[in-house]
């Protein structure tokens, strides 16, 4: 972004690939977990369908989900088992008992929780599973023809998924690290004793993924007859105790003699925090990449395509130049900014994405390389109106600085919820009077309802917003604290709470701004 103070204006530097540009409309960030369901989580069911109708009543052109894998540590999103395979939690169970694979007393006969706000993650995984092999139990999937050819489309990665978590369910749960060395470093012996010891635990991780992908389909498919377009995450990395890992170790820099990391990801201190973000995942060997053609990579946004309209790379920055912090450090204190693949590997995603649009989430740190990326790309790139108020005029996150290929959002799921960011109480007395001044709120109460408008009034192709800003929660509707654990993720849709009203007032916007 050049700031042209002379003219008054903000520009983008590089010509925009308009090919790659978004069709203007406006959107909700909403994860499938947190759907309404008598089941302790968000799924596939009937919810999800009637969210879709609210959608198509309020107008919106997008819905945007948080990643829809296999949750582990800290029951994040973005700490998955697997960057390819789906959540066997969203599973819809009154599908399976419309299939004569469950009964209502077996699901009844579970406690879910007596919050319908919350997701509680512990039972989930206490109650879930164990009826999940009850329906697979009572299958006959693995005579149909669709089973067949869902394990022949997705052969690169099932397998090693599925003998994956059959081994981890042998070693209770634990880390891939913490295994058998045979096993642990794969070798062609322990794989095929493994493979037959574990033969029917195998099949059932396998159906699960069948289970999960059938729904998710059906449910993409009705999306796509209401004009809905579906927008899907990418985490830049993949957990340390993943399939992904364990079965492609010589793509990440780890050590040869014991796999451990021999560094991890994160990013450095900033205003917000003075210790930087350790993240710890392992941290790819972009030279292997590169000698395999970016193959691991081109198979991800294969897959991706197949799921989203359009994927949302987080940690775009991490393509261009990644923070390497010291395996074993305390916190991200220590750390070196080393050089990313850059436009190598953007080649390759645009090769594999087909016609599916990419979104880049440029946020953190300035780095010019990452805009020019973008600009040579042609990917949109991200704006957050929490982050516009600086005090800074041509502050690259206020809507007057928007150029039309960038996607504007109040705030992300890592940032507070509007409601409780625009608090008096949180801001500065000139913050509040340059918010006011640009908002054009006489009021408090007013704050919410003007970012909204700023956003859809504003020359960025999409506007989304999350379901907590549509609704006007406060903070304990917060999605995730960074750096927290424990009590993130969970935040859920009761039944009613989106309303006629609300989807009414998005519409009124959608026409009054030309996000048709």
């Not at 930087?276 to 897959?303: H, I, V």
């Not at 608090?423 to 970012?451: F, M, N, T």
Request: aromatic share 16%; net charge negative; glycine share 6%.
């Amino acid at each position: 972004m050049v700031k042209d103070k002379q003219a008054g204006i903000c520009r983008t530097e590089g010509d925009t690939n308009m090919k790659t540009m978004l069709e203007r409309g406006a959107g909700i960030l909403m994860p499938v977990s947190s759907l309404p369901s008598p089941y302790g989580i968000g799924t596939f069911g009937s919810a999800a369908y009637d969210f879709v109708d609210f959608l198509k009543k309020a107008r919106q052109k997008y819905w945007q989900v948080l990643p829809v894998g296999p949750t582990s540590y800290g029951d994040s999103p973005y700490q998955s088992y697997s960057a390819f395979a789906g959540n066997p939690y969203f599973i819809d169970l009154d599908t399976l008992k419309d299939e004569k694979l469950l009964t209502q007393d077996e699901i009844d006969a579970c406690w879910w929780c007596d919050k319908q706000d919350q997701v509680k993650y512990d039972a989930l995984y206490y109650y879930r599973f164990p009826l999940l092999r009850k329906a697979y139990e009572r299958s006959d999937h693995k005579e149909s023809a669709e089973y067949q050819v869902f394990l022949e489309e997705n052969e690169e990665w099932l397998d090693d998924y599925a003998l994956y978590m059959a081994v981890k369910g042998k070693y209770e749960g634990k880390s891939w690290m913490d295994w058998d060395e045979d096993i642990r470093f794969r070798r062609p012996e322990a794989l095929s004793a493994y493979r037959e010891e574990l033969a029917e635990e195998i099949n059932y991780w396998k159906f699960l993924q069948f289970k999960f992908f059938e729904q998710w389909k059906k449910l993409k498919q009705y999306a796509k007859e209401k004009d809905l377009q579906i927008v899907g995450d990418i985490p830049i990395y993949v957990a340390l105790d993943s399939a992904d890992v364990w079965s492609h170790p010589e793509l990440f820099q780890l050590d040869e003699e014991n796999l451990t990391p021999l560094k991890v990801s994160g990013v450095p201190p900033d205003a917000f925090s003075e210790d930087g973000q350790l993240w710890g995942n392992p941290l790819y060997d972009w030279e292997k990449m590169e000698q395999t053609d970016f193959a691991w990579w081109r198979s991800r946004m294969k897959a991706s395509a197949k799921l989203y309209d359009a994927v949302r790379i987080d940690h775009f920055i991490g393509v261009v130049q990644y923070y390497a912090i010291p395996y074993g450090a305390v916190t991200a204190k220590d750390g070196e900014w080393e050089k990313g693949p850059g436009k190598k590997l953007t080649d390759a995603l645009d090769g594999a994405a087909g016609e599916t649009k990419i979104i880049a989430e440029d946020l953190g740190v300035f780095c010019q390389e990452v805009k020019d990326l973008l600009a040579e790309t042609g990917y949109p790139g991200m704006k957050i109106i929490e982050f516009a108020f600086s005090g800074d005029r041509f502050n690259e996150h206020l809507p007057h600085c928007y150029d039309p290929n960038s996607v504007v959002y109040g705030g992300t799921h890592d940032n507070e919820t509007l409601a409780g960011y625009f608090k008096p109480e949180k801001r500065q007395w000139w913050e509040l009077q340059y918010i006011a001044d640009y908002l054009g709120a006489a009021h408090q109460s007013e704050v919410v309802d003007r970012v909204f408008r700023a956003a859809y009034g504003s020359v960025a192709s999409v506007a989304i917003f999350q379901m907590q800003d549509v609704l006007k929660l406060d903070n304990w509707a917060r999605m995730n604290t960074p750096g927290t654990l424990g009590e993130n993720w969970r935040w859920r849709l009761v039944p009613g709470q989106f309303t006629d009203e609300r989807a009414d007032y998005l519409s009124c916007l959608v026409d009054t701004f030309g996000r048709f």
